[in-house]
């Protein structure tokens, strides 16, 4: 069964930074593309940012340069770095793995003050 843990989440103030963590279980992550995925309350879900298996990284607009994503696979793990956070950044953040299927993990929440 796999299982996607993330972590790291919490209330940081506007410029500050956090690094989220996606702990993956019952899966090599080496084999998939891992993404993090945000939704903001009343927002569609949005994809922030990819990791493919070959070790390219795309991010989207509203985070390029100011988050990155990066995986470890001897950890199994998937981080997302994210700094100069702005209130619009406050969303629950999740992590999803897809290779011939696909999993999600339960979400970790993001609060940024102004």
């Known amino acids: 069964q796999v299982q996607l843990v993330e972590s790291g989440g919490g209330v940081v103030q506007a410029g500050g930074s956090l690094r989220l963590s996606c702990q993956a279980s019952g899966i090599m992550i080496s084999i998939a593309a891992i993404n993090w995925y945000r939704q903001a309350p009343g927002k569609q879900r949005e994809l922030v940012a990819t990791?493919?298996?070959?070790?390219?990284?795309i991010h989207a607009d509203s985070v390029k340069g100011r988050f990155t994503i990066s995986r470890d696979n001897a950890k199994n793990t998937v981080y997302l770095q994210m700094n100069s956070l702005t209130p619009e950044d406050t969303a629950v953040y999740y992590c999803?793995?897809?290779?011939?299927?696909?999993?999600w993990g339960q979400g970790t929440q993001v609060t940024v003050s102004s």
């Open positions: 990791s493919t298996k070959r070790g390219s990284t």
């Open positions: 999803n793995a897809r290779w011939a299927l696909e999993s």
